[in-house]
């Protein structure tokens, strides 16, 4: 035992778009990431930089504004014209309000939080009075000859700054009027043909207004007499993007090249009260444009077209110096896009806009050598393939809506996929090598915008989480449906989306995602079995095992629960490990647990894995303490008696295979991996900018 | 003006006929000018006469027309006339009646079966709720029902509770829709030339990541042809692997 032909997947070919926008909500500590496809992700930046809710994109929906009013109350703006609110609970859109301007460029909040600023195509700036059931239009401002690009409120509420192409304007609230109009130097590397953008401005209290433009500079004017008092260069490309603390005494500029600059607020000498702004620090954590940054009160957050998603902590802001204040760095996505159907050796990768079914392949050759041609296996052996991985099926979907969720049921016989409008279940039949596929028509409307979606174990069922928070279960039939089941949303509030769990024997399914807590339901007795205590960090993974009908729950903060749900309590081992404390370097990982999975003929193995490194956890063995090694880095042929006792606990890791998005065992001595490598990613992005360096 | 030849020399006649030629002569000839016949041919006439020496018909007096054959001359070239308006009057009005019905019959096939018109105008007078979720139409899209039944390429409202057949309509005004489409295509072209366009220093993610392996003390080729990513050779391979148990 210990011996496994692995599967290596590298042909999903997952390339996620690129962050446009990042708005931060100082109360709750979380973050709204939009996304170039349309899609909005909530991440929640205290639960260790957990994605706990997104809603899917749309084609139409190009974002180009997100901003937090009073209340928790997010919205968008695109190209399209409209203002969308976002409903955080039902996760779901309120409503989208034309705006009657031609795209909108650029939104700003007040600093009340109860109107809202929105910078159209035709130069105009509006003014919207935000209710508590909608948003309304007050009034329009003095229209100006170009498109608004940026907006930016005094924090007392008075005035605004708006940055347009070639010129900044300063208008007061009250009358409508532009008080000022600041022209901005084309000057660019000593051309001064190109049009001077201005991406980003900020408005400080004292009267100062920041910009940034496309010619590199960011430039610090005085609102009151409307003239420039300082320019820094700071770059031979686009600066993209301003975000100001809220003491005002640093902000953070972003980028075409990748750079992220911190200015900061310091006094002249080290007696004076007199200050100027210094760029103090660099930053070079992106390849591309950095679209759009972020000032926390105690870190920098930027974003951009390569798609990562970097916190840095500043160092002189955070209080404790722990792992906490290490750079985060996020690319891959929180929730499994793969599932498997483990009869049939298929794979189901979900994009945005269609699946994909593939059959892998397989070979003659086994590890243990029976004839005299076969070499016997080596750890990291290549086997010969006798059959290659097959593209069995490609489904499109039709519209400008992205896909939510899809599934493969065990047996490999239906795949049923949900988009925010649309619930799809379609039959696959197998005959010869033949595949054909047929539609279940008629779907009911109360399954759409599913968020979860899940076979049971003999595809007799399926089982469906939708965004309203209500579970559906239906009896599937030769080529139809029959709808048994819904169990109601719980009390308590949507903190992540949700997540399902079902029992192999069928009897159980357990849902996440409510500030409740677990529930475990009955599929037997169609009713609520009991409700695993509330964690207070969300729920990155769920799965129950076979025969014990143990629950095990793995918790943003890399925790692991397993709960007995016949007995309704947690099992001896997890109050073991709660007890003695996981180690620390599993505690320091940065990238959630995303699947949980068993072993059929072991039930003491737990496999599961998170982007970096894929583990086995043996209860029979003795749990890790701090001292000992948690990693073994020695392969298991060379290694001695001593180094084996020493490290031998129960947590097997391996990082061979990284970056991994979906891990799992098909049958005894069979895993599938498949890997992302981040060049590959890479390799398809859109141009970045030019860097010219010596000698080259 | 009439050219008068100068009279030819004539054979001596008798002294009568001279003068009686010479007055009539004169006489026709004063009188062709005084009536000042523009045609050469009626004047002509009495030049050739000179010349041909007939005197017989230069002394006819012109014909003489009875009153009633001229009015019965004149009576029937009213009746041609009034018949040949008749004709064309009613070749007119043939050729009208024609056009339209041809016009109708266009009409009629551009239209659409009269089924749907008439299950068209009884739902319009109902009251027609829209579902909450479609609302993506502008306040300025909203189509009252008067919409010309001719042009195709309106289509029919949502949720009409008459017409079952087919419930995924969305009504578009598409005047609007394509100012609409026209400036976000304007406005993303806008991006797409400021960030990726002329002017700007763009290079390929490939020269991108080799600048690195330029300036190494050993060179190595590009990110393209060393990274396994970018060549696609091998996606997909079972390997053995063992972990301790």
């Not at chain 1, 329009?140 to 708006?162: C, E, V, Y």
Request: charged share 25%; with cysteine.
């Amino acid at each position: 035992m210990g011996e496994f032909k692995v599967h290596r997947v590298r042909f999903f070919n997952y390339v996620p778009s690129g962050i446009r926008c990042v708005a931060y909500n100082n109360q709750s500590n979380r973050l709204a990431v939009s996304r170039t496809d349309g899609t909005v992700e909530i991440y929640n930046l205290s639960a260790n930089y957990f994605q706990e809710k997104f809603f899917p994109g749309h084609e139409s929906r190009a974002t180009e504004a997100l901003c937090w009013a009073k209340g928790q109350r997010l919205f968008s703006a695109g190209l399209n014209g409209e203002i969308i609110e976002y409903d955080l609970q039902a996760l779901d859109i309120k409503y989208s309000m034309d705006a009657f301007g031609g795209p909108i460029w650029s939104m700003a909040a007040s600093p009340s939080g109860s109107q809202l600023l929105v910078g159209c195509e035709d130069g105009s700036v509006k003014l919207f009075q935000i209710n508590p059931d909608k948003i309304q239009f007050e009034r329009n401002f003095d229209r100006q000859k170009s498109r608004i690009l940026s907006l930016s409120w005094h924090p007392s509420g008075t005035h605004i700054a708006a940055g347009s192409i070639d010129y900044i304007s300063v208008f007061d609230i009250k009358s409508g009027s532009a008080v000022h109009k600041m022209l901005v130097d084309r000057q660019y590397m000593g051309v001064s043909k190109r049009k001077c953008i201005i991406w980003g401005v900020a408005f400080l209290s004292d009267g100062t207004v920041i910009s940034v433009d496309s010619a590199g500079k960011v430039q610090f004017w005085d609102s009151a007499t409307g003239t420039l008092v300082k320019t820094h260069l700071v770059a031979n490309a686009d600066v993209q993007s301003i975000a100001v603390s809220d003491q005002e005494d640093s902000f953070v500029v972003g980028t075409a090249e990748g750079t992220v600059f911190h200015f900061q607020l310091v006094s002249v000498t080290s007696n004076s009260s007199e200050k100027q702004w210094v760029r103090t620090k660099p930053f070079q954590h992106h390849t591309h444009d950095v679209r759009t940054v972020a000032h926390s009160p105690t870190a920098l957050i930027s974003g951009g077209t390569d798609t990562h998603l970097v916190i840095r902590p500043l160092m002189e802001k955070v209080e404790v110096k722990n792992y906490d204040a290490a750079l985060r760095k996020i690319t891959f996505p929180h929730r499994r896009l793969i599932s498997c159907s483990k009869k049939r050796q298929l794979l189901l990768f979900q994009f945005s806009h269609h699946l994909d079914l593939w059959r892998l392949g397989s070979t003659v050759a086994t590890g243990k050598t029976s004839g005299k041609f076969l070499v016997p296996g080596k750890h990291g052996d290549t086997l010969p393939l006798s059959k290659d991985a097959d593209h069995l099926l490609q489904l499109k979907t039709k519209g400008p809506e992205n896909i939510i969720c899809s599934c493969v049921s065990p047996c490999g016989s239906w795949i049923a996929y949900s988009t925010a409008s649309r619930f799809f279940l379609r039959r696959l039949n197998y005959e010869h090598d033949n595949l054909s596929l047929h539609r279940v028509s008629k779907m009911p409307a109360c399954l759409r915008s599913a968020v979860q979606i899940m076979f049971s174990e003999d595809s007799t069922k399926l089982f469906v989480a939708s965004n309203q928070g209500s579970l559906h279960i239906l009896r599937l039939l030769e080529g139809s449906f029959k709808h048994l089941h819904t169990f109601q949303a719980q009390s308590g509030t949507v903190e992540s989306m949700c997540l399902l769990a079902v029992s192999p024997d069928g009897n159980w399914l357990a849902a996440s995602g409510t500030s409740a807590g677990v529930h475990v339901y009955s599929v037997k007795r169609l009713k609520l079995h009991c409700t695993v205590p509330a964690y207070n960090f969300p729920v990155t993974a769920l799965a129950i095992a076979p025969k014990t009908n143990n629950l095990v729950i793995a918790h943003s903060d890399q925790q692991i629960f397993e709960y007995s749900i016949p007995d309704k309590q947690y099992t001896e081992w997890s109050r073991a490990i709660q007890k003695q404390g996981f180690h620390h370097h599993w505690l320091q990982r940065d990238t959630p647990i995303t699947h949980i999975g068993f072993h059929p003929k072991r039930p003491a193995h737990i496999l599961l894995h998170d982007a970096y490194m894929f583990c086995i956890i043996d209860k029979s063995l003795p749990l890790p303490n701090d001292k000992t090694l948690l990693y073994n880095p020695l392969p298991p042929t060379n290694e001695s008696d001593v180094i084996r006792r020493r490290t031998a606990h129960a947590f097997k890791i391996s990082k061979k295979y990284k970056p991994l998005l979906f891990m799992d065992l098909l049958d005894e001595g069979t895993l599938v991996a498949v890997e992302r490598p981040l060049d590959d990613i890479i390799a398809q992005l859109p141009p970045p900018i030019k860097k010219k360096k010596f000698g080259t | 003006m009439v050219q008068l030849r100068p009279r030819a020399s004539r054979a001596p006649a008798s002294a009568s006929a001279m003068v009686d030629e010479g007055q009539p002569a004169s006489e026709e000839a004063e009188h062709g000018l005084l009536l000042g016949q523009p045609s050469s041919g009626a004047a002509a006439e009495p030049l050739e006469e000179d010349g041909d020496g007939d005197d017989d018909l230069d002394d006819e007096a012109p014909e003489e027309l009875t009153f009633a054959s001229a009015q019965a001359e004149a009576r029937a070239e009213e009746r041609r006339v009034r018949e040949t308006a008749r004709r064309d009057k009613t070749l007119l009005k043939e050729k009208r009646k024609r056009r339209e019905e041809l016009f109708i019959e266009q009409k009629k096939r551009k239209l659409l079966p009269d089924t749907v018109l008439q299950k068209l105008t009884t739902a319009s007078q109902t009251n027609i709720k829209k579902s909450p979720g479609k609302l993506k139409e502008d306040k300025s899209q909203k189509k009252n029902e008067e919409c010309e039944k001719g042009n195709e390429s309106k289509k029919v409202k949502e949720k009409i509770q008459s017409i079952g057949q087919n419930k995924s309509y969305l009504a578009r005004r598409l005047k609007d829709q394509d100012l609409r489409d026209s400036r976000q295509q304007a406005a993303k072209a806008f991006i797409q030339n400021s960030l990726y366009g002329p002017g700007t220093n763009r290079t390929t993610v490939n020269k991108f990541l080799s600048l690195n392996n330029k300036r190494l003390p050993v060179k190595k080729a590009a990110a393209q042809f060393l990274n396994n990513g970018w060549g696609k050779v091998q996606l997909y391979f079972l390997c053995y692997d063992s972990f301790i148990y």
